[in-house]
């Protein structure tokens, strides 16, 4: 029942095409890892705008080529701010999709970060307000 609570909540992406998925870690982004991201999008924002705050607001007086790389340098390198994001998103898995996730963990989270830091740094622009 939560399984199908969960998937249900998630939203379809048209432009995600299955049969171009040339491995189980590319499946397994574009059917959960994007959906997912998508859903939460508006909560992953606000986490990266209290994070801003949190920091002396340093990102609002950088370029945006700067703040792309404090986006991304945030996301790789602050260990307790990634285990948040990724939190954020795992606690939205099914059963089937955790132990999906645990067998190539390593992989995964890579691709998990990717997207994080694709997503954020794509809105950089309504960060500077």
Avoid: C
Wanted: charged letters at 25%.
């Amino acid at each position: 029942m939560r399984d199908t609570a969960l998937t249900a909540l998630r939203p379809l992406i048209p432009t995600i095409i299955d049969k171009n998925a040339v491995n189980p870690a590319e499946l397994f982004q574009n059917r959960t890892l994007r959906p997912i991201l998508k859903l939460q999008n508006d909560l992953l924002d606000g986490i990266f705008r209290q994070y801003i705050i949190k920091r002396k607001g340093a990102f609002h007086k950088l370029d945006q080529s700067k703040q792309v790389a404090y986006i991304e340098n945030s996301i790789r390198k602050d260990l307790r701010f990634k285990n948040l994001l990724v939190g954020v998103i795992t606690g939205h898995f099914t059963l089937e999709e955790w132990a999906l996730f645990i067998a190539d963990e390593g992989e995964l989270t890579k691709r998990m970060t990717n997207l994080l830091v694709q997503r954020l740094t794509s809105q950089v622009v309504a960060f500077r307000v």
